[in-house]
């Protein structure tokens, strides 16, 4: 008995060691046909990583030469260094023997459902490139768009920064200020000024138009160009009759003027004995022996 058992373990150990060596012949075969391949694919990743490199140093360039924004020209960059090294990793793949129909279809559902969660930013990324593409306005710029008004600080890739006349930091998203109204008043390189004033209907229209010229003449941030200041009847109102002054100023002067200028008007209509009409309440009291 002890005999017959001692054989049927030497066959089964003989029949295991015939199929490890089944087994590791067929690993050998399938290592010699694969390690070409493989070989393959590493000279191709790594040959084509050099050329990915080399290809983008070069856009980078033409773009530099061509005077792109530096964050256009970082944003693009790098998304080409990412595109063809995507590319070249399927190239890879696809020379191990690998069914890149599988894989591209899986990269392109990963893209669609990464689309659709950040469907908000990737606008505001694609809005912030026809920003820095179109230039409709820069840094320095003073914009005004729903209901907002600032100096561009920064325009980055998904929000435009302004910053406030009383120093507050506005961040609009990229994608609302390219489909709301924006006006830039710097893109002329001046902006013009307008400022009401009133006098009153006894008072002479020249005298006060005099005052304001004076003041207008006698300060060199106030530019004769793209038109001269004018000084004019705008309406005639209730309690006096309503001028209106027009001026135009260098952007970075607009605001010390716009201060500026009624704080003079005042004086000098004071000296001039000029009256700037306000509404008044007159209260008349009858003694009681008067009342009817």
């Not at 029949?15 to 010699?32: E, F, N, R, T």
């Not at 009759?241 to 004071?270: G, H, Q, T």
Request: glycine fraction near 6%; proline fraction near 4%; include cysteine.
């Amino acid at each position: 008995m002890n005999f017959l058992d001692n054989t049927i373990s030497e066959e089964n150990i003989e029949q295991q060691l015939s199929q490890l060596d089944k087994w590791l012949h067929a690993a050998g075969d399938w290592i010699l046909a694969f390690l070409p391949k493989l070989i393959t694919s590493i000279i191709i990743i790594g040959v084509g990583f050099l050329l990915a490199k080399y290809i983008t140093k070069l856009i980078m360039k033409t773009m530099k030469k061509g005077k792109v924004e530096p964050t256009v020209k970082s944003f693009l960059g790098s998304m080409i260094s990412v595109v063809l090294k995507i590319l070249i990793i399927i190239c890879a793949l696809g020379t191990l023997g690998i069914d890149m129909t599988s894989i591209i279809t899986v990269i392109g559902t990963a893209t669609v459902a990464i689309g659709l969660a950040l469907k908000d930013s990737m606008a505001n990324i694609a809005s912030g490139v026809l920003i820095i593409i179109n230039k409709p306005f820069k840094v320095g710029d003073y914009l005004s768009t729903e209901g907002l008004e600032g100096t561009v600080h920064k325009i980055e890739m998904m929000y435009t920064t302004l910053i406030s006349f009383d120093g507050k930091e506005i961040i609009l998203p990229n994608s609302r200020v390219t489909s709301n109204n924006v006006i830039n008043y710097n893109v002329e390189g001046c902006r013009r000024l307008d400022l009401p004033f009133s006098i009153s209907y006894n008072d002479s229209i020249v005298e006060a138009r005099d005052a304001i010229m004076e003041i207008i003449n006698s300060d060199n941030r106030i530019l004769s160009e793209p038109e001269p200041p004018v000084v004019g009847v705008d309406s005639h109102g209730e309690s006096g009759i309503n001028l209106i002054v027009k001026v135009w100023c260098r952007p970075e002067d607009y605001w010390a003027l716009r201060y500026y200028i009624p704080e003079k008007v005042k004086y000098s209509f004071d000296e001039r004995k000029i009256t700037i009409p306000y509404n008044r309440l007159e209260v008349d009291i009858l003694e009681k022996g008067n009342e009817k």
